[in-house]
Nanobody, 120 residues
Framework: QVQLAESGGGLVQAGGSLRLSCAASGSILSIYVMGWYRQGPEKQRELVAT???????NYADSVKGRFTIYRDNAKNTVTLQMNSLEPGDTAVYYCNVVYTGRYPGTYDVWGQGTQVTVSS
């Protein structure tokens, strides 16, 4: 079983910065993709950013140039640096990891979510 531990959410004024971190632990053989998703009030969950084991990144258009995702493969952690935050970034942010483990097949797991609130 794999668990994700998220940290770093909070309240910040528009224009400020926050850093979200996520650490994966448990029966992990290999992690393919790590990423962050978010769900705002009365909205569907959406992709924010992902990063592959090789370092390739993908960002939502709304966060390009403001957010940076990076990972530490040795520590199975992924971090989302969020700068120039806007009220529209207010959401619960979820970490997601795609991995292989003890049993055949590829799996994904979600974190419990961390609240990010940006005040105007």
């Amino acid at each position: 079983q794999v668990q994700l531990a998220e940290s770093g959410g909070g309240l910040v004024q528009a224009g400020g910065s926050l850093r979200l971190s996520c650490a994966a632990s448990g029966s992990i053989l290999s992690i393919y993709v790590m990423g962050w998703y978010r769900q705002g009030p009365e909205k569907q969950r959406e992709l924010v950013a992902t990063i592959t084991s090789g370092g390739s990144t993908n960002y939502a258009d709304s966060v390009k140039g403001r957010f940076t995702i990076y990972r530490d493969n040795a520590k199975n952690t992924v971090t989302l640096q969020m700068n120039s935050l806007e009220p529209g970034d207010t959401a619960v942010y979820y970490c997601n990891v795609v991995y292989t483990g003890r049993y055949p097949g590829t799996y994904d797991v979600w974190g419990q979510g961390t609240q990010v609130t940006v005040s105007s």
